[in-house]
């Protein structure tokens, strides 16, 4: 049976379905849900490119920063936390760095959450030492390290809201086709707003990702001392929910093209929000999470020295034009397309004001955010 007709026989029984009901169906039903199944999602064969499909760089530059998390939390006992490792060719990459420090990769431990057993077992494939899998943080215990997570939460079941005479939840039925019906919102959801002191104008339409403020409880509560590094499409609370953003965030990637109907290719698509980081880091100050640093990818990579790198390499290969012209491209999707889009969050615990190498370019929005939600 298709994942479309699970869903409608679900409707069908029970009545209409919130939208994060629907999401968490499309994207996690076992073995049908898009995460779930065997399909290829990323690279060329896939449905859209992440940046360490791109290239071993990025994975180079991240290994950068937690050797210098690493130095500051004293040289000690290290455990690397990935959440969703995809293909695990991050992973691949963070480790094959590291191994060149040997007192760093002999105290380390590289722990990958991993829901989907697909992904585990192609993560596995090139996967071979100092990495092992988990279904929770709560299976590893408590982390002195970096938990981090690379493009995980834009992919959380969110809930959809429209503002009318009062906030409304979007839910899903199902007559002849799907379709969508509106229920008063629940308290949680208005407190989401009230908390954040964010007034929603008549009509605007936009997305609450509440799943992304219990996973940052979750993580809270799990590490003992260390960091917290989150890359992900988002905004500050003060851009994601401004008029330019009243239509919301919702994006799907099919075979490499971007849509807005969630309702076609259900469990063959992609479906995307854009992260509250405010929210995000607000809840973590709440579970003694402090706020490190905001920046973008871009000004990430160009901190821990993304360019020399790259000049590096140009300069131990032989100067030949398709290779130029390939570096090239990779510069403009990492340090201009995907870069500027996807924003990086840091937060500590246990750990004194440090100045991380990545957070030496900030975006120019950071003191508002650190003054208005931190």
């Known amino acids: 049976m298709q994942l479309s007709e699970i869903i409608i026989q679900k409707i069908k029984k029970e009545g209409a379905i919130s939208f994060r009901d ?21 690279g060329p ?53 590291l191994k060149e420090n040997k007192p760093l990769y002999e105290s380390l431990r590289y722990c990958i959450i991993e829901k989907s057993p697909a992904l585990c077992e192609t993560e596995k494939t090139h996967l071979q030492e100092r990495v092992s899998w988990y279904r929770s943080i709560q299976e590893i215990g408590p982390v002195n390290g970096c938990i981090f997570s690379n493009e995980l939460l834009d992919n959380f079941a969110i809930h959809q809201v429209i503002m009318g005479d009062r906030l409304m939840e979007v839910f899903v039925d199902y007559q002849d086709e799907f379709t969508e019906v509106l229920h008063p919102a629940s308290e949680e959801l208005n407190n989401y707003f009230k908390e954040q002191k964010i007034k929603l104008d008549k009509g605007f339409r936009t997305e609450v990702n509440l799943q992304a403020l219990r996973w940052i409880e979750e993580i809270a509560g799990a590490l003992n001392q260390g960091f917290v590094l989150t890359i992900d499409y988002g905004y500050p609370a003060y851009e994601l929910y401004s008029e330019t953003k009243n239509a919301g965030t919702l994006i799907c990637y099919h075979k490499h093209s971007v849509n807005e109907n969630p309702y076609y290719h259900i469990g ?11 929210a995000l880091n607000r809840r973590g100050l709440k579970h003694e999470l402090n706020f490190c640093g905001f920046t973008n990818q871009s000004y990430f990579l160009r901190g821990l020295g993304f360019l020399d790198y790259l000049r590096e390499i140009e300069k131990t290969e032989n100067n030949n034009t398709s290779d130029n012209k390939g570096k090239a491209m990779l510069i403009q999707k990492l340090l201009i397309h995907m870069g500027s889009k996807l924003k990086v969050l840091i937060q500590s615990k246990g750990i004194p004001p440090v100045k991380l190498s990545g957070l030496k370019f900030p975006v120019p929005m950071t003191e508002t955010f650190r003054e208005d939600y931190a």
């Open 45 to 97: 064969d896939g449905d859209y490119y992440t940046s360490s499909s791109l290239t071993s760089a990025f994975g180079i530059m991240l290994g950068r920063q937690f050797e210098e998390m690493w130095e500051i939390m004293g040289r000690k006992e290290f455990t690397l936390v990935e959440y969703g490792a995809g293909t695990g060719l991050l992973c691949h990459d963070i480790l094959d760095y």
């Open 22 to 42: 629907f999401m968490e169906m499309a994207l996690y039903y076992p073995n049908l849900g898009y995460y779930t199944s065997d399909r290829n999602k990323i």
């Open 268 to 278: 063959e698509q992609d479906i995307t929000s854009h992260v509250n980081f405010s």
